[in-house]
């Protein structure tokens, strides 16, 4: 049990980040292992080291599960998630460095399409984030300075929202620490 309480201490000063209103955009290929490769892990580790010591049947499991991370941070290459952000902070930060970069667009709902290239960069609201996918623009030669750009303006932005759900996480994760220890005991 000592490796998930760690997990949930991890998660918990996670959400606790996030609770303060800074502005983080993180690859969605790095928080897929965090959120649910990891706690498979290490409800693993919990297991054998209650078992005893493991077999040949836990490095087969543990490749599988490696293969399997490298196929979805494969495919999830190019989207980002940023919290403490509204789609409308999004759509102006896309707006202005696309025209900063003299990039000719159309703005229809949540997507602007690139003119010129004929592909398009979308973004779509959460609960408590915004996914931004740009995997549709990789092959372009500006697409690490579209990213780079979108990470300096959004933490310069002003304003900042505090989405619910994160408090509503902590408390969760709170519970389920509180609800492990009294069943342990």
């Given amino acids: 049990m000592r490796f998930m309480y760690g997990y949930i201490a991890i998660l918990i000063f996670f959400h606790l980040f996030l609770s303060t209103g ?21 409800g693993m580790l919990d297991l054998f080291i209650w078992l005893g010591p493991p077999g040949r049947e836990l490095f087969i499991l543990f490749g599988i ?5 490298l196929l979805v941070a494969r495919e999830l290459r190019g989207r980002y ?16 460095i696309l025209e900063k970069m003299g990039i ?10 690139l003119q010129d290239f004929n592909k398009s960069i979308s973004y779509e609201e959460s609960s408590d984030a915004i996914k931004v996918d740009l995997q549709k623009i990789r092959d372009l030669p500006f697409y690490k300075e579209i990213i780079t750009e979108l ?27 509180f609800l492990i220890w009294y069943f342990k005991g």
Avoid: W
């Fill in 65 to 69: 599960l490696f293969l399997c991370l």
């Fill in 104 to 113: 000719r667009y159309e703005h229809k709902g949540k997507t602007f399409i």
């Fill in 151 to 177: 990470n300096l303006r959004i933490r310069e932005l002003e304003s900042t929202i505090r989405p619910m759900s994160l408090v509503l996480h902590i408390g969760f994760m709170v519970l389920g620490i």
């Fill in 22 to 42: 800074r502005k983080l955009m993180i690859p969605i290929a790095y928080e897929f292992p965090i959120t649910f490769i990891t706690p498979i892990v290490f």
């Fill in 81 to 96: 998630i940023l919290y403490n952000l509204d789609s409308q902070m999004i759509s102006d930060v896309l707006a202005s």
